[in-house]
């Protein structure tokens, strides 16, 4: 069993410019989530994808964008990059079951440190 | 809107000495989770708690969940320099299918040796 896995490690971007940061789900996961940590700050929910479709946002921008692949991967976009956008993002998968309409553990992945110059 | 508040947010202690983080979230929730995080690291789930009452134990950590008082309590017992970091009580709620988890703003736990 592979755990979830995130790429790059770290990026770093001038204002203005474009980022696509990578996840790939543990195995048997279907949902994925990505979170913002800025320094000092604790995580924040930026949304939340389930059989490719957004399935709950938190508040940022429509700049911050995404998708889900059929292998439940995903990638988060973040468009003209702002300065407070430096932060480590953090993916998260877990097990959506429509079934018993419940969700187990969220596990995290190591994150991708972004630093936006 | 769930809010989670965690006290302190900074604590510095002595080896050997015991101490209790406090976490209070504002509304119903199904699920409330330990994190910790070491600098420029992930997060680390500790515990997870499911039911009120629900007390778990993992080492000199001990986690506790009163549902009725929205309190979780993370218990540090004879601390020891390797349990530095910074700790996350997190929260969420199943009841939808947007399971989002709202997080503290962390305890950041300094024991000197």
């Known amino acids: 069993e592979t755990g979830v896995t995130q790429s790059p490690t770290h990026l770093i971007k001038t204002r203005g410019q474009q980022v696509t940061l990578r996840c790939s789900s543990q195995?048997?996961?279907?949902?994925v989530s990505w979170y913002q940590q800025a320094l000092g700050q604790g995580p924040q929910f930026i949304f939340q994808y389930y059989r490719e479709e957004e399935n709950g946002r938190g508040n940022f921008p429509p700049r911050f964008s995404g998708l889900q692949f059929p292998n439940y991967s995903s990638e988060l976009n973040v468009n003209a990059l702002e300065l407070d956008d430096s932060a480590l993002y953090l993916c998260?998968?877990?097990?959506?079951?429509?079934?018993?309409?419940?969700?187990?553990?969220?596990?995290f992945g190591p994150g991708t440190r972004l630093t936006v110059t | 809107e769930l809010k989670v508040e965690q006290n302190p947010l900074f604590l510095s202690m002595q080896e050997g000495k015991n101490y209790t983080i406090y976490c209070n979230y504002s509304?119903?929730?199904?699920?409330l989770y330990w994190y910790r995080q070491d600098p420029g690291k992930s997060l680390e789930s500790l515990f997870v708690?499911?039911?009120?009452?629900a007390v778990k134990q993992e080492g000199r950590l001990m986690a506790s969940l009163d549902t009725k008082a929205r309190l979780s309590t993370l218990h540090i017992t004879a601390a020891v320099h390797d349990l530095s970091a910074t700790y996350f009580c997190a929260v969420d709620s199943v009841m939808n299918r947007d399971d989002k988890i709202i997080f503290g703003k962390g305890t950041r736990l300094h024991i000197l040796p």
């Open positions: 195995s048997g996961h279907n949902t």
């Open positions: 998260a998968s877990s097990l959506w079951t429509a079934t018993k309409a419940f969700i187990y553990e969220q596990y």
């Open positions: 509304t119903t929730s199904d699920r």
């Open positions: 708690l499911l039911s009120n009452g």
